[in-house]
């Protein structure tokens, strides 16, 4: 969807509407998170000439706030509502009188609720929520930037999240038109698309509100987080992936410090297809990337050069006008370079080498005894403890479990390392599946998966990374994504005819059910397909659908609930609360 300029237009004009229900002069404070979404839709010049007097961070200080009203825009999360509670009894005691309104995104919670009622503050604030729709994160990528809905569905059983999907998915049928087909696999899959077309018939969302009534998109695939655990869990090689991994990309921006800039101060870079270096580089492999910047080098040397040829008036004017798009260029190509330095830097240790190799093994099923002695060679050094844990949950999940000695062993050395609090964490890790001991009845599903759908390259040793023949590439040749290739399927046969078999194994939820089609885009148009992950997508999977979608001369349209990688996701399960 290359004009998601539409679905900015709705995100802001929801923001505007609640502002402007709030009268007279207002202070806006900003959860530092939402800073970031709210610059892929608006920018502080419009919000003030929207009647936002001034703009703060939310911290744990004192404001220097005199409007009569303060508006905390903010996730419902404790530890900002404790802020918001701070700044308001500072307000108290200083005797200034002013009217709180708190717009929760996407809803007010129990728990910030219960903080207000033990302070005494609920009655004195307005508090509304703005369940907010798709981040376009880039033309081909959007989220609802929840990060909780993983752990929220997975470990809680929290399922109000879906609602926010089925609304996200109406919002996308009332711009874009009805969505003929929709495929899906996995039980919140299921939910999502029972409550988005129930959604669909009360609100009578038809092709009508679109102009010239196209259906824009032929199908919508949901992919439910919880069938494919494995490749969260995979250590990323593309470009993006890597930079996600090393440097964290939030909200679509990532930070780069000294070590990238070569100066003091850190700069933040928005990473999308407007930046044409970073388009051009984001969905190789890491080792194709660093010879295809040398040559991009060489290209705009050639037109510094030009200069020296230049011997008219109409020469000298169109150097001058290529002349800023080569010096944005020049800026483009340094950061990135220094990008690719810096996790050159951190990722060529021989360990971290040694870290891929065992992946692959395991993901071949093989060496797993060396698997075992790295886990373990792992703890005993006390290496950040997400490290051992995030391939003790690999190897878990690709054998159906570990061999009870082996997982006893493990747990204990684990416990004994980074401490005995981690037996919540072994125990919410078995019940999710991730980490547990083999059973009689174990069904080897991943192996099953790996040689009946082909997700293994036969000969990774002679796999041409910088011409890759699959999406195996993303994982440094050494697994195609289970979530990608059921992608591929369901596109290449229009269902799951097939492997329809294998799904079962997988879950008892996969359907294809149809709507009445608008009118058909015509025919000079590309095919749109629609992938919506519930529970977290990664980069790698961006990627190698960018890649599908490139090979097929399709368009694939990536939506999630958020951006995810495999130590986040841990680190998530460990600190729930």
Not at 73 to 96: C, F, N
Not at 274 to 290: C, K, L, M, P, Q
Not at 479 to 500: E, K
């Amino acid at each position: 969807m290359d004009d998601v300029g539409q679905l900015k237009d709705v995100t802001r004009s929801e923001l505007l509407q609640l502002l402007n229900q709030i009268r007279g002069d207002k202070d806006l404070v900003i959860d530092p998170d939402l800073m970031t979404i709210l610059n892929h839709f608006t920018t502080a010049p419009f919000l003030k000439k929207n009647g936002i007097a001034r703009m703060f961070r939310l911290e744990n200080t004192h404001l220097d706030s005199a409007t009569a009203n303060r508006v905390y825009l903010m996730r419902a999360h404790p530890s900002l509502m404790m802020s918001v509670i701070s700044q308001i009894q500072e307000d108290g005691k200083k005797g200034r009188k002013c009217k709180y309104h708190v717009i929760v995104v996407p809803q007010m919670t129990q728990s910030c609720l219960t903080l207000l009622e033990q302070y005494g503050l609920y009655g004195m604030i307005e508090i509304s929520g703005w369940p907010l729709d798709l981040v376009p994160l880039d033309k081909d990528l959007l989220s609802l930037e929840l990060p909780h809905v993983f752990t929220d569905l997975y470990l809680a059983g929290d399922q109000h999240s879906i609602r926010f999907v089925a609304q996200s998915l109406i919002t996308l049928q009332s711009l874009y038109g009805t969505i003929p087909t929709i495929h899906g696999i996995g039980r919140y899959s299921a939910m999502a698309k029972d409550l988005f077309l129930m959604l669909s018939a009360d609100a009578n969302a038809s092709p009508s509100t679109v102009a010239g009534g196209d259906s824009r998109v032929d199908r919508l695939i949901l992919i439910d987080r919880g069938i494919d655990k494995v490749t969260p869990l995979c250590s990323p090689t593309t470009y993006e992936g890597l930079m996600d991994d090393v440097f964290g990309i939030q909200n679509g921006f990532v930070e780069f410090d000294k070590s990238v800039t070569g100066k003091d101060q850190s700069i933040k870079l928005l990473l999308n297809s407007g930046d044409a270096v970073y388009a051009s580089i984001r969905d190789r492999h890491f080792s194709a990337v660093h010879p295809y910047l040398s040559s991009l080098v060489k290209e705009l040397q050639v037109g510094y050069d030009r200069r020296h040829d230049v011997s008219t008036v109409q020469e000298m004017k169109s150097f001058v006008t290529d002349l800023s798009g080569m010096k944005q260029q020049h800026r483009a190509l340094a950061t990135h370079i220094g990008a690719c330095e810096e996790i050159t830097k951190r990722k060529r240790h021989a360990f971290v080498k040694k870290q891929l190799q065992i992946e692959h093994a395991t993901l071949e099923g093989l060496d797993e005894r060396e698997c075992l002695e790295l886990i373990e060679e792992l703890i005993n050094r006390q290496i950040d403890v997400f490290v051992p844990l995030r391939l003790m949950c690999l190897l878990s999940l690709t054998s159906d479990g570990l061999k009870p000695k082996a997982y006893q062993t493990l747990k204990t050395q684990f416990l004994q390392s980074y401490g005995y609090q981690h037996l919540v964490t072994f125990s919410r890790l078995d019940e999710m599946g991730w980490l547990k001991e083999q059973t009689e009845k174990s069904i080897p599903v991943f192996r099953t998966a790996t040689k009946r759908l082909k997700l293994i390259p036969r000969d990774i040793e002679s796999y041409d990374l910088s011409k890759p023949p699959d999406t195996a590439y993303v994982f440094g040749g050494g697994y195609c994504p289970l979530s990608c290739h059921l992608v591929q399927h369901v596109m290449q046969n229009n269902g799951w005819q097939g492997i329809d078999d294998f799904c079962q194994l997988l879950t008892k939820n996969v359907f294809t059910v149809t709507q009445p089609a608008s009118q058909r885009k015509t025919s000079a148009s590309k095919s749109i397909t629609l992938v919506y992950f519930i529970g977290g997508c990664t980069f790698s999977e961006v990627n190698a659908l960018r890649y599908v979608a490139k090979r097929k001369d399709v368009h694939i349209q990536v939506a999630t609930t958020n951006l995810c990688k495999g130590a986040a996701m841990l680190r998530s399960i460990v600190k729930y609360e």
